[in-house]
């Protein structure tokens, strides 16, 4: 079974760049696409960014497009999610899910943890 965990969230400026990653040990994970999530305080759960499994087909929230790049790397069964020129609105908890059958705003499947991504003005 997949298990996702992401890193390499922190504190950061307006303007500034930040790359999340999300692994998993389990060697299958690169027959999985792959989203990126988040969870703003007091706000629902919204898709950000995701990934095929052969990176074929990205898709991004409105919100990121031009900002964020989503990528992966299968010979390290990782997932990044490129932040550049972060927003204070960016600010929230983000999650990367595992789906083996669907890209997009409706993934479900084996989520991860959580990291927090905190901007400042």
């Known amino acids: 079974q997949v298990q996702p965990v992401e890193s390499g969230g922190g504190l950061v400026q307006a303007g500034s760049s930040l790359t999340l990653s999300c692994t998993a040990s389990a060697r299958t994970f690169n027959t999985y696409a792959v989203g990126w999530f988040r969870r703003a305080p007091g706000k629902e759960r919204e898709f950000v960014a995701g990934i095929t499994r052969n990176s074929v087909t990205l898709k991004y929230a409105d919100s990121v497009k031009g900002r964020f790049a989503v990528s992966r790397d299968n010979a390290k069964n990782s997932v990044y999610l490129q932040m550049n020129s972060v927003k204070p609105e960016d600010t929230a908890v983000y999650y990367c899910?595992?789906?083996?059958?669907?890209?997009?705003?409706?993934?479900?499947?084996?989520w991860g943890q959580g990291t927090q991504v905190t901007v400042s003005s």
């Open positions: 899910v595992a789906d083996i059958l669907r890209m997009g705003t409706t993934m479900s499947g084996s």
